[in-house]
């Protein structure tokens, strides 16, 4: 039923869009769907900027306008989902290998909306495997780096590349994902400043104190959640 959820999320969010807004788009199933709704929906004067090649190719195809960072520098709402939704709101994003291009986007937003099936809302962030955006350079030796910060956390397990059959998983900016099981995050603002103070980390999928409203889906509907 999550393909459901997931669905009654984005066509909820995509209420909260107007006409004439410059709108952020996620990248994953569930942001999927709020693209989907948000075309649909052919309000005048749009202008969205896509978080990743997918949902530009996706956004593109149902007629919507692109823009980018560089040419609508200010964003007026960004929707996107989210692989963990912890208490305060804050997240666990990066399982669609988009996390640096989707916390640019989500830090240039006036406001920021999660969207995600009822699955995703969590205790305490950590069962989800954290993603950590490398540079491919020397990154096996940013991986010892990154072990280091983790054991001081008190996570054991070190943290492993992300990779298909073709291969190492690269972004759209041609980096690589290093995916951390952390099974439990204590203090998800020192781990993310941590994390973020190493040579050779990119970015992190902590989005602390970024999400202004969380809209779950249900199999009956949707729910809020405020920070």
């Known amino acids: 039923m999550s393909d459901l959820q997931k669905k009654n999320a984005g066509e909820a969010a995509a209420q909260y869009v107007e006409a004439g807004m410059v709108v952020g788009l996620g990248t994953g199933s569930t942001a999927a769907w709020f693209v989907k709704a948000l075309a649909a929906r052919n309000l005048p004067d749009l202008r969205c900027v896509p978080t990743s090649e997918r949902t530009a190719d996706l956004a593109r195809e149902l007629g919507l306008t692109l823009s980018t960072l560089e040419d609508t520098p200010k964003i007026d709402l960004t929707v996107d989902g989210a692989d963990e939704i912890g208490p305060g709101l804050a997240l666990i994003k990066g399982g669609g290998a988009a996390l640096l291009r989707e916390k640019l986007v989500w830090e240039a937003s006036a406001r920021c909306i999660c969207i995600a099936d009822a699955a995703k809302v969590v205790p305490a962030l950590g069962t989800f495997p954290l993603p950590i955006e490398v540079v491919a350079f020397g990154h096996k030796t940013t991986a010892n780096r990154i072990a280091d910060v983790l054991a001081d956390h008190d996570i054991a397990s070190p943290a492993r590349v992300r990779e298909a059959e073709r291969g190492l ?59």
């Open 169 to 227: 998983i690269r972004t759209d900016g041609g980096n690589l994902i290093y995916d951390a099981a952390c099974k439990l995050i204590a203090d998800p603002a020192r781990l993310a400043a941590d994390l973020k103070s190493l040579t050779g980390v990119v970015e992190h999928g902590l989005f602390l104190d970024l999400t202004d409203l969380a809209v779950i889906g249900t199999d009956a509907g949707v729910e809020t959640i405020n920070p």
